[in-house]
């Protein structure tokens, strides 16, 4: 009853927007509080609205918003206070540059970068890590959004804590074939949305355009993975990404024949593989054994691992084995089969001196 009274009061202050306090008293018989409270909400949303167009703010960060909500109360000594929120926009940049790559995969040549300014740089590398994209299945152009609005939110997430620099683990099934057979490396058919063409430029180009636009503000490393469904066409994405980059001062790319590939920041030691080989609880022998004295440098290992498309995590030996989740598309052979997993991003904080601080994560809901 009471919040009919109220819409009742609003649609009579909508027609007479002159009217007092005690204009709605005589007219719905309220309560003084009642009435004062309603103009009073009517009133500070109609001017906002009034001004939302206009009321731009610009951040620290260089990006821009407008004035949604606010509000003004007086307190006991007669002073005067107020509550302003600002909805930013971050797609300003961001999506002018993402559109040029997706729209125009053919103008590789205008390339242009996005200037991000952190807010301090730390002793921190943010590992941004998104396994199994299966470019070629599903809508690929959905896929690559998805992807790069993934990659722009865990950034965003960890920017205030002072990232020194970007770890950016490519492949690990980023293409769900190998291509014009339409085949897993070992054999096994898969239903590929696209032809091969596509979904190899689909694939590099937006890599390249992400590579672009961390290594403007931090030293980005990328890491090339095999996986089981693309290890031959991840190597040859891996020398484009390399010979692209390869007189950029902020990018150095791994793209070693090795099936498993080590990181090393201050006292963390970290290692790539997909996960559909070794047997998880080798993995820390095996670390030892490949990497002899990168072990014994470091305080904090772990391997994190692909294929399973979704979150697990175990400890051996003191050395954590993470297989990470994924963001790609459920495909129908999956649905009719009853697979399914919960689509996540993440992104994990690696300090030089103290190891992991934490992880950020976005989640998907199709």
Not at 184 to 209: C, I, K, L, N
Not at 225 to 247: I, T
Request: glycine content about 8%; some cysteine; proline content about 3%.
């Amino acid at each position: 009853m009471s919040e009919d009274i109220n819409s009742k009061i609003r649609a009579y202050l909508e027609k007479n927007p002159t009217a007092t306090s005690q204009d709605i008293i005589d007219t719905f018989n309220v309560k003084y509080t009642v009435a004062v409270g309603v103009r009073q909400r009517f009133l500070q949303k109609k001017i906002l609205n009034e001004y939302k167009a206009q009321q731009e703010v610009n951040t620290p960060e260089g990006y821009k918003g407008s004035l949604v909500r606010g509000k003004m109360w007086q307190v006991y000594d007669g002073s005067w206070r107020e509550s302003l929120q600002f909805d930013v926009n971050f797609e300003e940049q961001w999506g002018e540059f993402k559109k040029k790559f997706l729209d125009e995969l053919s103008l590789l040549g205008s390339l242009q970068t996005i200037n991000r300014k952190p807010i301090e740089s730390g002793d921190v590398c943010l590992e941004i890590s998104l396994p199994d994209l299966h470019f070629g299945k599903g809508d690929i152009e959905e896929l690559s959004n998805r992807f790069l609005e993934c990659v722009y939110n865990l950034l965003e997430k960890a920017e205030r804590f002072g990232v020194e620099r970007i770890l950016l683990p490519v492949g690990n099934d980023g293409m769900n074939s190998e291509g014009k057979r339409k085949t897993t490396t070992g054999g096994t058919p898969q239903e590929d949305t696209v032809d091969w063409q596509s979904s190899f430029r689909h694939y590099w180009t937006t890599m390249t355009a992400l590579v672009q636009v961390l290594s403007s503000t931090y030293k980005v490393d990328v890491i090339v993975v095999p996986g089981n469904h693309d290890m031959e066409r991840m190597f040859y994405a891996g020398e484009v990404l390399a010979a692209y980059f390869k007189g950029n001062k902020n990018v150095s790319v791994n793209n070693s024949g090795e099936y498993r590939k080590y990181f090393e920041y201050g006292v963390n030691m970290l290692m790539f593989t997909h996960g559909d080989k070794e047997k998880t609880a080798n993995l820390p022998l095996i670390m030892a054994t490949e990497q002899p004295e990168m072990f014994a440098r470091t305080k904090y290992r772990e391997a994190h691992l692909g294929h399973f498309h979704k979150e697990m995590l175990n400890e051996f030996c003191g050395i954590k084995t993470r297989f990470l989740p994924s963001i790609c598309i459920t495909d129908d052979w999956h649905k009719m089969m009853g697979y399914s997993h919960m689509k996540a991003a993440q992104a994990y904080l690696w300090n030089k001196e103290k190891g992991l601080e934490g992880y950020f994560q976005v989640n998907i809901f199709d």
